[in-house]
């Protein structure tokens, strides 16, 4: 669209925006803190009742740990994505604003999850939970979407490559909605597929120097 | 002012203020989702409840939802204005304090806004939502005139350009003043027309280059 | 002390630790608006009753409103501070590190000050606030002390200017004293005192070029 | 592992994680405040009796600070450690991930320790605050492990100096623990215990040229 503009203007642009959606990732994965909820103080407790309260609170801690991995393999996945665009567009942006709309919001469901994963509405709460993935998922699918019809990616990236990392975000989209879906039948099993897809997500290489040894590292890692 | 300080100076200068207001930015965006409260567990709860109590929050998810595209539509409209400024001086750094005032304020109007919406008092806090952003409306004014009126500008930038935005924020002022007053009258119609101006707020350009064909891109684009 | 390290190495710890400092500034910033709490719902609540109830919050948004505004100015002051400092120490960091606390520090007071100024404890209160000012000062002179002992400070920076600025933060720190004690006789005079060294701090000018128009710019504002 | 990827590169990939970092360290720092609860105001209060509320706030007073000076050391534990390393690797980022996820954790004992720190389940608070920073000691054994076995580290770090960080690491987590096991049995023990450790973090030096006056400076501290 804009060809005039010279490389180390866009650069600071797509630097500007990657930074500017760090922050949000650091905030919000630093937030999760905020929804442990301190055991009060009961008058007549026994000595180390405390010690049990904790132990009560596994469902709150097991949230924080799943939603703090989570969005720190987000914000892992989000850097790799931004290291292979040159520029960035209108559509990318508001992409990107979608997406991190969903990173924002999963402090919520996280919370709904620990609230409510042993309550009689566990199920209700694993599918919200899952759900929410659906959407992150989507924000990254149109994320690429918009970086790869846009031709705002770095010259050196290969079609192969692309289309690589738009099946890995199409699969995961429906993964994500089958947990969703087997969350309303069984919350564990939603929950364990939701989660396993962490493993994707952790060895999906972005760096086409790492995933295949051809291309020039010049190109892309600069 | 200081003309014999040299360029490199100015832009950072710029830069740590650009870079401390991000951070504003950020955080307050992503404050919001501490706005929406989890849905209390009832002992004698039926199956599912919690569905129908994730329901019952959608002012709550629209509010949310409405805050943060406000929030990042002014993160980009404060980008573009800190791309047109070369240098910054005191009524500058004055005005830019009251519109970061102004940012870190939205998320208060956004719970109350949610918690009232439904109630006898949604005129009230429809107005109160409204209101804000006139405040934030008069930081952008502020913010434009402290550089215009400054020579804050970079040098390509033309008068035709300084008077386009210049016209589009003081347009919006009046637009949310009467948004503000018709939300005494009706909630709806007043949240409707301010969020009607983001269409205003999503198109409106800062770089001359997109904006016009004719000037130079290096000259404001660097 | 380490006289071998070179200048780049330098500035970039220096710029580090100010990157550090600037992001507890916008969060802590950011944070106020947090004590602000949404009137409730009452059920047989008349048409419009939340308008009354957010006009009884004043004290809350006035607590808001100045200790945002010392926020803001305690950060043009680092800033300003930081410009002057060429390198850092251990005792600069162990002050920048007290200050930090004091300023992270401030959303509490603030909260104190807004809940009980109206009520019988306002004395308490204001010289609560007011004495957290007194904390913020220490900070401010135990940093610019570690740097002009230990040689910290820019080449540049002239011994004339150096004791200026010694003299406004120590001439402070009787100031914010003097206001907690009137605070505990009248909680409106120890606050307005407290308030009126914005004026001090507002318009106290770190950049020599600016303070005075003999020295070369290069070497302070680089 | 990729040998052709240029240094430029490589350092900003190790800045961008370290940015982020610093972004944690900073918002888990200005979390602290939120724990502090503003006392009520009672109704047939008599004059000044918040004076008395606030004095009786003295265990989450030392909460903060405590957890305060913990958190800012870390970070300067964490950035001398990246001083030294030149480029980062799958185990180092998760290892990095880990340690993020105990900082952000730190809000949480600290407002269990203030709570519960005067009741009678003292005990179980203070080794629960303690055992996070046994957890919080792991997270930087395992960033030093990742950096010293995947050859992360500049070429002018020595053996030595691997050796004797790796040393007061691995000491640290042996005193934790004991620190853990010795509040089971006095509160106070184990809270001195595990502060007293704030002497070895403070003085453990990671920049060799200031450890040992032989090595060339430029080469790690560049």
């Known amino acids: 669209m804009e060809p005039t503009v010279n490389e180390s203007s866009e650069q600071r642009e797509t630097g500007r925006v990657e930074a500017f959606s760090d922050g949000v990732f650091a905030i919000a994965i630093t937030l999760l803190v ?11 407790a026994v000595r180390g ?12 801690f097991a949230a924080f740990l799943t939603s703090f991995v989570a969005i720190l393999i987000m914000w892992m996945n989000h850097h790799g994505l931004f290291r292979l ?3 960035i567009s209108g559509p990318f942006l508001v992409a990107n604003g ?7 919001f999963v402090p919520f469901p996280t919370a709904v999850l620990a609230r ?17 993935y659906v959407l992150v998922n989507v924000g990254y699918n149109a994320l690429w979407s918009a ?8 010259p050196g990236v290969s079609e192969v490559h692309v ?4 099946r890995a975000y199409g699969a995961g989209f429906f993964v994500y909605v089958a947990a969703t879906g087997l969350a309303l039948w069984n919350a564990h099993v939603g929950l364990a597929l939701s989660t396993a897809l962490w493993l994707l997500w952790g060895v ?3 760096s086409e120097e790492r995933a295949s040894e051809e291309a020039g590292p010049s190109e892309v890692g600069n």
């Open 85 to 87: 665009v040159r520029r």
């Open 116 to 132: 409510h994963v042993l309550g009689p509405s566990s199920q209700i709460a694993a599918a919200f939970y899952c759900g929410t």
């Open 147 to 154: 970086a790869t019809r846009g031709g705002l990616l770095h």
């Open 98 to 104: 979608f997406l991190l709309l969903t990173v924002t």
């Open 204 to 206: 999906l290489e972005y």
């Open 49 to 60: 009742a405390l010690g049990y309260d904790l132990l009560r609170l596994w469902p709150s």
């Open 163 to 166: 289309r690589k990392i738009r």
């Open 34 to 44: 905020l929804e442990l909820k301190v055991p009060s103080v009961d008058q007549g």
